[in-house]
């Protein structure tokens, strides 16, 4: 674990972000304070990596982390930090979550907010998912991810991490 820890200093950026893919596979608990360093790193890739590692590893102590992240200039950063903060059932985040889904210009980081938000038990979003989905373009809608989205909503039966724990 040391080595692998040390590699998230790597000069290349490829590095950097699949040593942290492996060490949150690895369930490296221990390596998230290392983690959240990369998520001010200066490539949009691997801090999207850091954030989607700290969701993965149930990392709390660094959800303010997190909620920085949804105001990255990176969509695909948004993107991850919305869905780590519903995959780590941070119900406090609850508020941050609502002000991406109202104000994130990309529909899909919007996506990723009401979808953990609904995962969250916010019943104010679920309302929110018809018009989010139709923001969307239909080949992302026919993810089986927004599908079920889509179900869970229609049924008001509770939703369930994607992909599941």
Do not use: Y
């Not at 950026?13 to 893919?21: G, N, Q």
């Not at 998520?39 to 999207?48: G, K, S, W």
């Amino acid at each position: 674990m040391p080595g692998l820890i040390r590699d998230l200093g790597s000069e290349q950026k490829l590095v950097r972000s699949h040593v942290v893919s492996v060490l949150a596979s690895l369930g490296a608990s221990q390596a998230a304070p290392h983690i959240a360093k990369l998520a001010d790193d200066p490539v949009d890739t691997v801090r999207m990596c850091a954030v989607d590692a700290l969701g993965v590893l149930k990392a709390h102590e660094f959800e303010g982390t997190l909620v920085a992240a949804l105001d990255d200039s990176a969509s695909v950063v948004r993107m991850s930090a919305a869905e780590a903060l519903g995959r780590m059932a941070a119900r406090d985040t609850i508020p941050s979550l609502r002000r991406a889904l109202d104000n994130d210009p990309n529909p899909e980081v919007r996506l990723h907010a009401v979808e953990s938000l609904v995962l969250l038990g916010d019943q104010q979003s679920r309302e929110r998912v018809p018009q989010v989905l139709r923001e969307i373009s239909w080949r992302v809608r026919l993810h089986p991810r927004w599908k079920k989205l889509r179900k869970v909503v229609e049924t008001g039966e509770p939703l369930t991490p994607w992909p599941p724990d």
